[in-house]
């Protein structure tokens, strides 16, 4: 058992041999972790009196006859009836769901962002959340939101859940850490997390200001991508998720605990802290993973495949192959491809398309599209290389070329999104953006054989 100090007061089940420190690997495993020993009941998942007079508690995050279920079963101080009160409404007034239509802002467009900067202003991770895009209805469990956070203090007995959303959290500045009822787990920049809907935690900040992105998804969970002829290996591997282990705290004192729900924030006050689990077992957990472990497959003699290739995770519709929402990465790879155009090509596509710069230089945009910014490329909206990366491209001498320093992401739903009036009038809009392909000449003369 690890007895940790500051600036977390939780008592930490130990991490088995062979595994990161405080985590334990796997994509969806049946985990199982007790921070105090034989706090977990064997053979059984009920019995008539848990060990140290616990609680025996089932958070589903399915129905219980999905195959496969995805549940888990928690052995708490107090069952969570206890940490649920009266409820009071509360206003975020930058955490928008959909469908969140504004009649004055336009949301046909090509649009980039640079980074929304921080203020004075201290926010925590509810206050400081910004909404930039919604898609599809939270109340039908349709789509998603993308979301800026910008983040200098922890929460101080004060912890949320979302009732709506799985969060996929993508950091790109500053460290933080989520304390939550399954255990802890520390993020930066490189990796990301995903919170499951229903779960408790507090964010606190490890090392401020912290800024990143946010994908809140309505809909199914985040999933790996079937890989198809690729195989069981690359990509995104099973392993190189992490589940925090078995953590709780026991600690009496005055909390609030701030719930999303359909798309309102209600509040409410109990006398305890609710991350009182001592030992749970179950594949319903939140977790981790290094962006840096993705192993891209691309193309290794010719032509550019589609950008599904670089899918981290899929969040699944209801039809087949097309996505509520992908998670799709860029990042530094080997180009090799022969008489190939190299960068992304022209496009146009009933998926919209949200990205996300980590850090470094995209290569299709060398200029504007800077790390902290986004773009939305919207359904069906025309997009693609500006003149300088095509006439880079076109020209380049095509050996072995290093793509390096570089990091970006797309959030790809099948839905499209909705600006917020933060992002229309407040985030930091790049009104030139659509002027990036003006200087693209007309080279067609009809000559023949002309390159
Ligand atoms: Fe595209």
Redesign the pocket.
Known sequence: MNHPTDPHEMTQASTQVGTHAGYMPGFGNDFETEALPGALPQGMNSPQRCNYGLYGEQLSGTAFTANPPERTWCYRIRPSVKHSHRYEKIDLPYWKSAPFVDPDVISLGQYRWDAVPHSDQGLTWLTGMRTMTTAGDVNTQVGMASHIYLVTESMVDDYFYSADSELLVVPQEGRLRFATELGIIDLEPKEIAIIPRGLVYRVEVLEGPARGFVCENYGQKFELPGRGPIGANCMANPRDFKAPVAAFEDREVPSTVTVKWCGQFHTTKINQSPLDVVAWHGNYAPYKYDLRTYCPVGAILFDHPDPSIFTVLTAPSGQPGTANIDFVLFRERWMVAEDTFRP?WY?K?IMS?LMGNIYGQYDAKPQGFVPGGMSL?NMMLP?GPDREAFEKASNANLGPDKLDNTMSFMFETRFPQHLTPFAANEAPLQDDYIDCWTSLEKKFDGTPGKK
């Open positions: 992304p496009h596509n398309e490329h997009h």
